[in-house]
């Protein structure tokens, strides 16, 4: 019975918290292994030259470009060409967000904000009490121990709060109320593209 108490607790409380770091931790050092496997290939330190590798891909493939450097020319013409046709697109974007950004002062303002995730075994309460305001071109960063808050006020602010989260109370102000913004003129806010 006492094995079993621990893995009741495991799985619905602290797996969900466990498992986002865990996968990107697992991601990075399988980018990290291709890595390292594709430049010990490369230098020919690797695995033999008989079996398949991402370094001797590459490692033949750049001998193949120093003899034959022509063949780069089409995929740079095409990329060239893409880039030209892609900066109308990506200047309409642009132009789309600009009115939700105008409508808006260059003042960020955030009081009394608080935050609540609401689950079948109560509520979590987070709140950020302090006022803090951030002109444009000013930085403001977010101090505080593990656990403190400050992922969950900056989704809050920005409007990327997860359910079960929910603002009930406070005020974020940018210029207007961003706690009633409507989520695409929110996305426009944000930013959906580049200049």
Same mark, same amino acid.
């Given at each position: 019975?006492?094995?079993?108490?621990?893995?009741?607790?495991?799985?619905? =409380?602290? *797996?969900?918290?466990? *498992?986002?770091?865990?996968?990107?931790?697992?991601?990075?050092?399988?980018?990290?292994?291709?890595? /390292?496997?594709?430049?010990?290939?490369?230098?020919?330190?690797?695995?033999?030259?008989?079996?398949?590798?991402?370094?001797? *891909?590459?490692?033949?493939?750049?001998?193949?470009?120093?003899?034959?450097?022509?063949?780069?020319?089409?995929?740079?013409?095409?990329? /060239?060409?893409?880039?030209?046709?892609?900066?109308?697109?990506?200047?309409?974007?642009?132009?789309?967000?600009?009115?939700?950004?105008?409508?808006?002062?260059? !003042? /960020?303002?955030?009081?009394?904000?608080? !935050? =609540?995730?609401? =689950?079948?075994?109560?509520?979590?309460?987070?709140? !950020?009490?302090?006022?803090?305001?951030?002109?444009?071109?000013?930085?403001?960063?977010?101090?505080?121990?593990?656990?403190?808050?400050?992922?969950?006020?900056?989704?809050?602010?920005?409007? *990327?709060?997860?359910?079960?989260?929910?603002?009930?109370?406070?005020?974020?102000?940018?210029?207007?109320?961003?706690?009633?913004?409507?989520?695409?003129?929110?996305?426009? /806010?944000?930013?959906?593209?580049?200049?």
């Amino acid at each position: 019975m006492s094995r079993i108490a621990p893995l009741a607790y495991f799985v619905p =409380h602290l *797996l969900p918290n466990c *498992l986002p770091p865990l996968i990107v931790i697992a991601t990075q050092q399988v980018a990290r292994a291709i890595a /390292l496997e594709a430049t010990l290939s490369f230098l020919g330190l690797g695995v033999p030259i008989t079996e398949p590798s991402l370094g001797l *891909l590459i490692a033949n493939g750049y001998q193949y470009i120093c003899r034959k450097y022509w063949i780069s020319f089409y995929p740079g013409i095409a990329l /060239l060409v893409h880039d030209r046709v892609d900066q109308p697109r990506r200047r309409s974007v642009a132009r789309r967000a600009e009115p939700a950004v105008a409508a808006m002062t260059a !003042t /960020l303002d955030v009081q009394n904000l608080r !935050t =609540h995730f609401f =689950h079948r075994a109560g509520v979590v309460k987070r709140s !950020t009490t302090c006022r803090s305001a951030s002109k444009k071109g000013e930085v403001l960063g977010l101090v505080g121990a593990s656990g403190s808050g400050k992922s969950v006020t900056g989704f809050s602010v920005i409007g *990327l709060i997860d359910p079960p989260g929910r603002i009930v109370g406070g005020s974020i102000d940018m210029g207007r109320r961003l706690t009633t913004f409507p989520e695409p003129k929110m996305r426009a /806010l944000r930013g959906t593209g580049s200049r």
